[in-house]
């Protein structure tokens, strides 16, 4: 049985950090391409981050390269998303999904197949 599980999400002041955490189970995230997702209220789903299932190379969208960073810690069956120099235009509820088909990374939501429930990140002064 195939879930995803985020935590991590809070309230952070602009320019603080947070680390969400995407706990996979029913499949090892090794062999499939996960990705973050996020949606803030008013607004459409969009992608920001991947790991590919292929060789672990990463995607990450312009809006939040060079701040944001996904890992996956295999033993723990986890794949992490860094977040840092956060902005309030980064407050959205964040998801995790993987694509069980892929072996390179997409920002296309459609294409992926299991969601986690979302976690919330909150930037405010």
């Known amino acids: 049985q195939v879930q995803l599980v985020e935590s991590g999400g809070g309230l952070v002041q602009p320019g603080g950090s947070l680390r969400l955490s995407c706990a996979a189970s029913?499949?090892?995230?090794?062999?499939?391409?996960i990705g973050w997702f996020r949606q803030a209220p008013g607004k459409e789903r969009e992608g920001v981050s991947c790991?590919?299932?292929?060789?672990?190379?990463?995607y990450e969208a312009d809006s939040v390269k060079g701040r944001f960073t996904i890992t996956r810690d295999n033993a723990k069956n986890t794949v992490y998303l860094q977040m840092n120099n956060l902005k309030p235009e980064d407050t959205a509820v964040y998801y995790c999904?993987?694509?069980?088909?892929?072996?390179?990374?997409?920002?296309?939501?459609?294409?992926?197949?299991?969601w986690g429930q979302g976690t919330q990140v909150t930037v405010s002064s």
């Open positions: 999904a993987t694509d069980l088909f892929a072996l390179v990374c997409s920002d296309a939501d459609y294409e992926y197949d299991y």
């Open positions: 790991i590919a299932s292929s060789n672990g190379a990463t």
């Open positions: 029913g499949f090892t995230v090794e062999h499939y391409t």
